[in-house]
């Protein structure tokens, strides 16, 4: 599996996670990368896992999550333009009917910066640290956006 940018907090790392028994295959320079790791992404690799596995990050990121998933679902109840939900965690997708383009620019307009991938899925990826606060936040500049192309 190949990991990149969360694992050092945003800075550029990227990383080849394999099983004990495919490690055993891998030689000196069988694998190198443009983003292997120096010092800093190191350390800065090192601080994430920790804060992930001590401080609690792992259980706020699956809260804000699974905020974040309600408050979706009650938006696909209450417009036909959103056509399906898709993701896990804080990793989710809204496919339109219509109109992701210019969702994706009202977003914009409004402060909510988010991706379109394809021609119609308007892609949310907040940052693991993201408040309670902020997904609610969130959540209603993209149901204030979806007012702009009617229900």
């Known amino acids: 599996m190949t990991l990149a940018k969360p694992i050092a907090a945003g800075l550029p790392m990227g990383v080849t996670v394999v099983s004990r028994k495919l490690a055993k295959t ?4 069988d694998h190198g990368s443009t ?6 992404v190191c350390r800065a690799a090192l601080v994430f896992l920790r804060l992930l596995e001590e401080g609690g990050l792992l259980e706020q990121v699956r809260a804000r999550g699974q905020q974040l998933k309600r408050g979706l679902e009650s938006i696909e109840r209450d417009f ?12 989710q ?6 109109g992701a383009d210019e969702l994706q620019k ?3 307009r409004r ?10 899925v308007i892609r ?3 940052p693991y640290v993201i408040t309670s606060a902020q997904v609610d936040r969130g959540l209603d500049l993209l149901r204030e956006g979806l007012q702009t192309l009617g229900r």
């Open 26 to 29: 891998l030689e000196p320079g």
């Open 35 to 40: 983003f292997a790791g120096g010092p800093l």
């Open 80 to 91: 036909q333009v959103v056509a399906e939900l898709r993701g896990r965690g804080l990793i």
């Open 93 to 98: 997708g809204v496919r339109l009917e219509r």
């Open 106 to 108: 009202e977003l914009y």
């Open 111 to 120: 402060g909510l910066i988010v991706n379109k991938t394809g021609t119609d």
């Open 124 to 126: 949310l990826l907040p």
